[in-house]
């Protein structure tokens, strides 16, 4: 059995999740896309301050290019906050899976609130990946450092986009905004080791694109559910048989 990683304090555990975070292909996607929606703030008229505020309290670039983008129509703060909302609720199963890597770390509720506002696609994945090889008591500092980092990254990257708007062309800043979901595809793909993990990822494939093109609402939401569904229905029977 490998012996789990640990630290000389709390606070090496920190710094080495943010070096971790520096030194994945998240921080280039981060980079990429918050450069892009640096532009796409600028052109809609916020001010850099304002994008990197929404950065830290928002921490969800969906979520942001949706603020941006309706806030400008006239959209009631009601609208916008609902969606907003909406959005964000694709987070809560990555909550719910991160949770029991790290609650054995937590001395009280207060120790989870930061890997909870924090969690993001890209700490989720990279957490799932590394939390496993590093001592429990170490983790919540470590996947806080691995936050920070992220989103230091953002902030940084959203300023340069920000000061590039006026010669980056739209259509590139646009192409890197959609880095985030296709780097997160290209992780879930890889991260997939029993067959429950590979049916989901092959019928979220199929469904996802298939329910867009009929138009159903909330297509996203019921890919996951149904492709979710049916591949733990499928893996549940496998063992009832074996």
């Known amino acids: ?8 304090s709390p606070s090496r ?3 080495a999740g943010m070096l971790s975070a520096w030194s994945s292909v998240f921080f280039l996607v981060l980079a990429g896309t918050y450069v892009g929606l640096g532009a ?12 990197a505020t929404t950065t830290v309290v928002v921490w969800a670039a969906p979520a942001q290019i949706l603020l941006i983008s309706a806030l400008p129509t ?9 969606g907003v909302t909406l959005s964000a609720v694709r987070l809560f199963p990555m909550v719910v899976a991160l949770l029991p890597l790290i609650r054995r770390s937590a001395r009280s509720i207060r120790d989870l609130l930061l890997p909870t506002h924090f969690t993001s696609v890209s700490m989720w994945v990279e957490s799932l990946r590394l939390l496993p090889g590093i001592a429990p008591e170490y983790r919540i500092p470590f ?7 992220y989103m230091t990254t953002a902030v940084a990257f959203g300023f340069v986009g920000f000061h590039l ?5 739209p259509l590139l800043a646009g192409a890197l905004l959609f880095l985030t979901p296709m780097s997160f595809l290209t992780s879930t793909a890889r991260n997939c080791r029993q067959l429950v993990d590979v049916l989901a990822f092959a019928f979220g494939i199929v469904l996802g694109p298939l329910l867009a093109w009929y138009r159903v609402e909330l297509d996203l939401m019921w890919t996951g559910v149904i492709g979710g569904l049916a591949a733990y229905g499928i893996h549940r029977v496998r063992e009832a048989m074996s």
């Open 1 to 8: 059995m490998t012996a789990l990683r640990e630290f000389p």
């Open 13 to 15: 555990a920190l710094l």
């Open 40 to 51: 796409l703030a600028h052109d809609f008229g916020f001010s850099q301050w304002w994008l």
């Open 74 to 82: 006239g959209a009631s703060l009601f609208e916008v906050a609902l």
């Open 143 to 149: 996947c806080n450092g691995l936050s920070l980092g």
């Open 165 to 169: 708007a006026a010669g980056l062309p």
